[in-house]
């Protein structure tokens, strides 16, 4: 049997056999991969301005290949000389979509629009499949370009996106790959030709990208009695190769002296006590911390194409926060920020941050990289306020490193994240129940939130979702931090009230 195969599916193979497989034979085991804070407007605008670059180019739109394919042959017909905007190409049972192909003499450029910025390994083997096909469909290139985004570009505003765009030739480096092509497409298809490849998650389930299979994958170890794989060590690298290829799948079985690591001995310890580990030095630390204290925690959004003036291609900016308020211990506070008219939020969102948190106390995180950041980033953009946005920087407080030199419940996996912390201390804080429920997910409300169309019913309803979002995190953070530090949470302790 032959087994049609794209640009997409020949790049899920070179990652790993089994992801093309299951991509294949079992594509609803695949999971929804949140991509975090860079991905949903990614690529927003991107495919338009590349588009501008070319004159007189013709999109070809269709409900399916084949569509398209007629479409392309017939463009290419009625009008030469043209270029054409998702030109729709095929060669020996390959298909594939060709972002830009724009006829060059005689022959043809073929160019390929990223929103990333700069130019993978991955892109070029994505163009070297693509162009493999060109040529074979009877389309000769002369040249193979690369259009990425220009990291340096500051958006002046007025919607002038000259510079944005940065065009390479990546000619060269095709033509060294396009012999492996073919020889990626028959091993492809002999990998479809058989059974499931026998391959165990390792480095490739998240290089280039973060397969959709990783679920599955450790759901077909953990039927073999894999409740905590040895595949959950963090930074394993080798070792969990070394102890994989001794045949230990599970922590519980790996002998003590296998492990030098503290944190990984703690894991095992965990695992097999099924309890968790915690050790009291956290709690010093954070009895130590100077009232008053404010948990805060902020939601961002990036933009490939800049949409406010001043900002670069992807600059993360926040567009909420949340904070929680200890006054003193049982003198409890909550105040919150969402910037919801579609205008930049920076400077407002800055301005309510320096209120609400004062000029004294500590200022508590789970993750201080991420909040620095933005904090350092809003200082570099305010000038006016930078002096009082250092003076909160210097005041964070990371609970994220705490955390993870002195908690470990074995139902973490071993992961760190707030949101595998929070059910093994607090979890009747779940967001399982919340309409918003990660950063993508917030991401996609704001966005959502911000479109003029949105009816205002809509808009009530998406605020009150990322407000219920934001709240819960930095509650998360409170409750975290009261557990390492042996507090006990009450309904009377648990009261906050709204920060006038
Ligand atoms: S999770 Fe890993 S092993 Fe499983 S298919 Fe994906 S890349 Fe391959």
């Not at 070809?60 to 000389?81: M, N, Q, S, V, Y």
Request: hydrophobic content about 40%; charged content about 25%.
């Amino acid at each position: 049997m032959s087994h049609g195969l794209s640009k997409s599916r020949l790049l899920s193979f070179l990652q790993c056999p089994k992801r093309l497989w299951l991509q294949v034979y079992r594509p609803q085991c695949a999971a929804h991969i949140d991509q975090g804070t860079a991905t949903l407007a990614r690529g927003r605008g991107i495919g338009e301005l590349a588009h501008s670059l070319y004159p007189g180019g013709k999109v070809i739109e269709a409900e399916c290949f084949d569509e398209a394919h007629r479409k392309t042959i017939r463009i290419l017909w009625d009008h030469p000389g043209r270029p054409i905007f998702e030109a729709a190409v095929a060669y020996d049972d390959v298909v594939v979509r060709v972002d830009v192909l724009q006829p060059h003499g005689t022959n043809f450029r073929l160019i390929e629009v990223k929103a990333s910025t700069s130019v993978k390994d991955y892109h070029l083997r994505d163009c070297a499949v693509k162009a493999w096909v060109c040529s074979g469909a009877g389309f000769p290139l002369t040249q193979v370009l690369l259009t990425h985004i220009e990291t340096g570009f500051v958006y002046p505003g007025g919607g002038d996106y000259r510079g944005l765009l940065r065009t390479v030739d990546v000619t060269q480096q095709i033509a060294a790959l396009l012999p492996e092509v073919p020889r990626w497409v028959t091993r492809a298809r002999a990998t479809l030709a058989t059974a499931a490849p026998m391959i165990l998650p390792g480095a490739q389930c998240s290089e280039p990208f973060d397969c959709p299979f990783i679920k599955h994958c450790h759901r077909a170890l953990a039927k073999d009695g894999t409740l905590f794989p040895v595949e959950s060590l963090p930074q394993g690298g080798n070792l969990i190769a070394e102890l994989l290829a001794d045949g230990y799948r599970d922590l519980r079985e790996v002998p003590a002296e296998r492990l030098t690591r503290p944190q990984h001995q703690r894991m095992r310890r965990a695992a097999q006590s099924r309890k968790a580990e915690f050790d009291p030095v956290a709690a010093d630390e954070l009895r130590a911390l100077p009232y008053p204290r404010y948990y805060i925690d902020f939601e961002t959004i990036q933009f490939a194409v800049p949409i406010w003036a001043g900002m670069h291609p992807y600059q993360q900016v926040g567009f909420q926060w949340s904070c929680h308020r200890e006054r003193a211990p049982g003198e409890q506070f909550h105040s919150e920020f969402l910037k919801d008219d579609g205008e930049d939020p920076r400077r407002d969102f800055a301005e309510a941050l320096i209120e609400a948190v004062g000029e004294d106390g500590a200022v508590i995180v789970y993750n201080a990289g991420f909040e620095g950041t933005i904090i350092r980033q809003l200082a570099a953009d305010l000038p006016d306020l930078t002096s009082p946005l250092h003076a909160i920087a210097a005041r964070l407080f990371d609970l994220l490193p705490l955390t993870r030199q002195h908690y470990y419940h074995p139902y973490m996996q071993g992961s760190w994240s707030i949101k595998s912390v929070l059910p093994t201390i607090a979890p009747e804080l779940d967001y399982v129940t919340l309409a918003v429920q990660h950063g993508a997910m917030a991401q996609e409300a704001y966005l959502e939130l911000i479109t003029a169309e949105t009816p205002p019913a809509r808009r009530a309803e998406l605020r009150e979702s990322l407000l219920r979002y934001c709240h819960t995190d930095t509650l998360a953070a409170v409750r975290i931090a009261w557990h390492l530090a042996g507090r006990t949470v009450s309904e009377t302790s648990d009261d906050w009230r709204q920060d006038g």
